[in-house]
Each structure stands twice: as C-alpha cells, then as structure tokens.
C-alpha cells in the first residue's frame, strides 16, 4: 500500500501518496500553515517591484523616445495588468497551497509536459540571476574603489568580473547556512535603499537647483512617442515580469487571505513599489544629465559618481543587499527546486552549485551593456514565457472550471498525466502556437503571447473533447 500524507487545503482534504511526484518543496502546504496577512502581502510585492532592474527599465524607456509621463501611465497601466495576472494564477497557490510546479501539471501534465515550462521558467531565472550578480558586483566595485584607490586604477571589467565570480560563490554560501542578518537585510533593506536614494536626489538638486532636463517641457525629452511606442512599452514592462506569471504561486500558496483582499494587497504592494522604483530611475537618469555624465541609465554607475562618498557607500550598500535578498529567493531558488526534481539524484547543495555556475556564463555584462539591449532581452522572454501564463489561466477557470483533484497530481499515470509521459499535447501546442504568433508580432509579445495562449488552447480542448484521456483530465 502507498503512503500517503494528509493535506487540508480551502478547497478540501486531500491524501496525497508518498511517490515519486512529491519532490523537494512540492509538498502541499496545510491551510494551518497559511499564515502571511496582508501586511505580509504588502511588503512582498513592494519589494519585488523596487529593483534596480526596474529603474534601469524605466530610463530605458525614456531613451527609446517616451516622456516621463508616457512612462509612468506605462508602467501604471502595466502593472494593473501584472495585478490582475497574478491574482488569477495565484489564487491556485492560495487555495491548495501548491508552488507552480505542481500548478504546472493540472494543464500541461504530470511529467514531461510540466519539464518544459518550468525549464523555460528557470532559464529566465538564471539569466535574471546573472543580471542582479553583475550589479552586486558593479555595488562591491564601487564601493571597494571608494575606499581604495589602489582598486580603482585597476581596469574596470576584470575587477568587476572578479567580483562577479566571487559573488557568485558567496551565494551559494548564502543558500545554505542561516543569517539572521540576512532575514534584516530582507525587511529594512528595500526601504533604506529607497531613502537613501530620495536623500541623493535632494542634495544633488539642492547642488544644481534642478530636477533635470527630462522634466522641462521645451528639452528633447518632453516630446510624447506615437501610441505604438507606448504600447511596446507596456509590454516590455509586462515582459520583466512573465516569470512571476508563472510562478507566483510560490508567494501566493503563503497566504490565508479571501481572493478579494488578496487582490487589494497585491495591487498596494505592487503598484506602489513599481511606481516608486520607476520615477526613481527617470529621476537619476535625468539628473545624471544636470551633472554631466550624459544620460547615465544605471542608477549604480550614478550613485558610484556621486560626489559625497559616505552617502554614495551608503546606497551601494543597500543596493547590494536588496539584490542578494532578492536573487536568492526569486532567481536562484527557482531553477535550484526544478534541477532537484529534474534530477532526483542530485541533492539541493549540488543543484544550486550547478545552477550557480552556469549562471556565470548568462553573460550579464552584454545584457547591460546599453539600455536597448536590455529592453529586446526582457521583451524576448516575455514573448516565450507569455503563452504558458495565458494556458495555466484558461485551464483553471475555463477547462477545470476551477475543480482540481489534487492528489492526482501526484500520481504517475492519473487523470493529469493526460497522454503516455505524462504530457498534456494539446497545451504545449497552445504554448507553441503562441510563442509563433507573438514571436509574428514581436513589439507586442508578451500580450499577444497571454492572449493567445488562453484563446487557442480552450480551442483546442474543445476539438479535443472527444479524446478518452483529455474528456477524464478535466
């Protein structure tokens, strides 16, 4: 007889079997275990959405010919969107206390089907890893070349680089030996890094006397960008964050919160923190104009020119600490959890060391080398990553018509194994299909990618219908 373990969620109890399906941190989370509120909530997603990669984005969108009105209605209107996204792909989360990659198998199956999005998922993770390293080291370089002026006269890349590799290992010291500092960093880091930054900007208008010429109506910057651009724009903002489209049950699954005040406190945190982050960046590169330095749209590179040094520690320091908190959880532990259960053999400890090297070479200094860059590699992801996010959602509301069976996600050739290998066919070709289409309509990818995988995939489970093991899965 199967072991099995009893689970009680908001949508029933459920006895799950011990097999090879119940991998590492895929254990449903009791109902008892719930626990984050809406102050939790809150302060989650503010955080996430202050980033430095946020600000850089923002300036971005500036020099690709926005105004900073047009930006912050983009990045407004985009993060209503983001809203609504992760209330309809979390509330799975919150209801039978699942990270995604259980999600993942009511609609793509149990096993072969479930490896390709979460493999997707967690290569967008190690590139983001890369990207929030570099900064680390671009913070460690700064601050170091402050203190040293030995350290500055050394070239620029290979110190940086040497940081990077260094940095790289002290996380994965990080992602195995508790902190209590760490956990302090996680809370007061994002906003004493907001307050220093705001302390930056005033003392360096109070120097010039202005907010720069991004906010003078007669400069080139005051000029508004036809509407198509606006639209690209929204969808590059959407795109930064189609990883969390899918797996935003990882947060959500945390929570005991009805459906409607966990959409509240998604859209304060969220709204709030991205709003925040993006005026800060127009704001810097704006400055960085005033100051001289051309227009400077990584914030880092601006606070490591500021001219009083103990203040410019000060941000680099918490800019440092925001991203470490910040990588372990939303871009490091992710491909960590998928190589586990990939691969049942390796242990946590070999996993993030493996995903901790190949994020090495992600080449994150080629992704930040100019802002158009970073801007197409955000874009491109959003365009492979939307259509599974629009897939998950027209599955639960509209093909399971929100009943899941959860302990037959656990099981080797049950209703959500669909066909042989446990591959739902007909969702990875919704998936396919919309990545073809969004990939034809590449300035507006990762919308069109939503869109159509939600509308080709209920077409093709109602063509499907007639199939034995699609009429039993759902």
């Not at 503010?46 to 300036?59: C, F």
């Not at 590169?285 to 001219?307: A, R």
């Not at 590449?442 to 990618?449: C, K, L, M, R, S």
Request: overall charge positive; charged content about 10%; hydrophobic content about 55%.
């Amino acid at each position: 007889m199967v072991e099995k373990i009893s689970v009680s969620t908001r949508r029933g109890e459920f006895q799950i079997p011990k097999g090879k399906l119940l991998g590492l941190d895929q254990v449903p989370m009791d109902k008892g275990e719930q626990r984050w509120g809406s102050g939790a909530i809150v302060t989650t997603f503010w955080g996430i959405g202050v980033t430095v990669a946020s600000m850089m984005l923002s300036a971005g969108l500036l020099l690709m010919g926005l105004n900073w009105i047009q930006v912050m209605i983009a990045c407004f209107i985009a993060s209503l969107i983001c809203v609504v996204v992760f209330l309809l792909n979390g509330v799975v989360g919150k209801n039978f206390g699942i990270p995604h990659t259980v999600q993942l198998r009511f609609t793509f199956g149990t096993r072969i089907g479930t490896y390709i999005p979460t493999i997707l998922r967690a290569i967008a993770g190690l590139f983001w890893a890369g990207i929030m390293t570099w900064i680390m080291a671009q913070c460690a370089d700064g601050i170091i070349g402050a203190l040293s002026s030995g350290w500055a006269a050394l070239p620029s890349f290979p110190r940086t680089l040497g940081l990077f590799v260094v940095l790289t290992g002290v996380q994965y010291i990080f992602m195995h030996y508790e902190y209590k500092g760490l956990r302090y960093l996680a809370v007061w880091g994002v906003p004493i890094f907001v307050v220093a930054f705001i302390i930056a900007i005033i003392w360096m208008y109070n120097i010039t006397g202005t907010w720069g010429p991004v906010f003078e109506a007669g400069s080139k910057y005051a000029a508004w960008a036809p509407t198509s651009v606006f639209i690209t724009a929204i969808v590059i903002i959407l795109g930064a964050w189609t990883t969390l489209f899918i797996n935003i049950s990882d947060l959500t699954r945390a929570t005991h919160l009805s459906t409607k005040r966990l959409g509240v406190s998604i859209g304060i945190g969220w709204l709030g923190g991205m709003l925040m982050s993006y005026f800060l960046g127009i704001i810097v590169l704006s400055m960085s104009v005033v100051q001289g330095l051309g227009e400077e749209w990584n914030p880092v590179i601006w606070v490591i020119k500021f001219p009083v040094v103990g203040l410019a520690i000060t941000i680099l320091f918490f800019i440092f600490a925001v991203q470490l908190t910040t990588n372990l959880q939303a871009n490091v532990l992710s491909p960590t959890v998928t190589l586990c259960n990939l691969f049942r053999k390796l242990s946590f400890k070999k996993s993030s060391a493996i995903i901790l090297f190949i994020s090495l070479f992600t080449v994150p200094w080629v992704l930040l080398a100019h802002a158009s860059t970073l801007l197409q590699f955000v874009n491109n992801f959003g365009t492979v990553l939307g259509g599974i996010a629009g897939v998950m959602i027209a599955d639960y509301y509209l093909v399971h018509k929100r009943k899941l069976n959860l302990a037959e996600a656990y099981v080797n050739g049950g209703i959500y194994s669909y066909f042989r290998g446990g591959i739902n066919y007909l969702a990875i070709a919704a998936f396919v299909i919309a990545v073809i289409l969004a990939a034809s309509f590449i300035d507006y990818g990762a919308i069109v990618g939503v869109v159509s995988g939600f509308v080709v995939y209920i077409v093709l489970i109602a063509l499907g219908k007639r199939l034995p093991v699609i009429r039993r899965g759902v």
